[in-house]
Nanobody, 126 residues
Framework: QVQLKESGGGSVQAGGSLRLSCLVSGDTWRSHCMAWFRRAPGKEREGVATIWTEDDTTTYAESARGRFTISQDRAENTVYLQMNSLKPEDTAMYYC???????????????????WGQGTQVTVAS
């Protein structure tokens, strides 16, 4: 069983940056698809970025491409989401998700993932 715990959310001005962390514990997370999702007020949860832990292959939603970077540090058991040039529309609760699978891309729906964290809030002021 993999456990996930997000941190690093907060309030920033538009144009600012935040780095979210997802601490992974429990069973091995080799050969896992790790993902960041977000849910904005009144909207469905949407995939933002994924990384396949075996070879660091990453994918991004169109809204995140060029501004966000997903990465992993296996020594720290952590998956990161570096978010730059933040916009008010990035305001959301951000979640980390995982599944032991090679199928790994940002458009996969939330029910694809088995393990979830509790989320961390990101608020971007205009």
């Amino acid at each position: 069983q993999v456990q996930l715990k997000e941190s690093g959310g907060g309030s920033v001005q538009a144009g600012g940056s935040l780095r979210l962390s997802c601490l992974v514990s429990g069973d091995t997370w080799r050969s896992h698809c790790m993902a960041w999702f977000r849910r904005a007020p009144g909207k469905e949860r949407e995939g933002v970025a994924t990384i396949w832990t075996e070879d660091d292959t990453t994918t991004y939603a169109e809204s995140a491409r060029g501004r966000f970077t997903i990465s992993q540090d296996r020594a720290e058991n952590t998956v990161y989401l570096q978010m730059n040039s933040l916009k008010p529309e990035d305001t959301a609760m951000y979640y980390c998700a995982a599944r032991a699978t090679m199928t790994c891309y940002s458009s996969l729906p939330e029910h694809w993932y088995i393990h979830w964290g509790q989320g961390t809030q990101v608020t971007v002021a205009s």
